[in-house]
């Protein structure tokens, strides 16, 4: 079974940079769609950032400019750079794959197969 373990939260000040990683276990990771997505306090759960096995990535309009999501493959690892943050990117920030393409997945509309525990990301 996959296993994804999210890292690299933390409290920054506003304009301030975090890089957030995640880390997986299992067979299916090299062709897997990985996304980040993040819910705060009273708000729903929303899309971050997707990126496909071919390199491929997308981006919510309020974090495009100053996320990117990057993988390496060959460490199982999806990061996550995110500069010039705001207050209303607090959030938990969820790691999350799928064996399906992302665009496969924003297609159907169905939700990632696997997901890791979180990771609190407050600005200040």
């Known amino acids: 079974d996959v296993q994804l373990v999210e890292s690299g939260g933390g409290s920054v000040q506003a304009g301030g940079s975090l890089r957030l990683s995640c880390g997986a276990s299992?067979?299916?990771?090299?062709?897997?769609?990985v996304g980040w997505l993040r819910q705060a306090p009273g708000k729903e759960r929303e899309g971050v950032a997707a990126?496909?096995?071919?390199?491929?990535?997308s981006y919510a309009d309020s974090v495009k400019g100053r996320f990117t999501v990057s993988r390496d493959n060959a460490n199982n690892t999806v990061n996550l750079m995110m500069n010039n943050l705001a207050p209303e990117d607090t959030a938990m920030y969820y790691c999350?794959?799928?064996?399906?393409?992302?665009?496969?997945?924003?297609?159907?509309?169905?939700?990632?197969?696997?997901w890791g525990q979180g990771t609190q990301v407050t600005v200040s």
């Open positions: 299992g067979s299916i990771y090299g062709d897997a769609c």
């Open positions: 999350a794959a799928d064996p399906i393409s992302c665009r496969r997945l924003q297609e159907t509309g169905s939700p990632f197969a696997h």
């Open positions: 990126i496909d096995s071919d390199g491929i990535a």
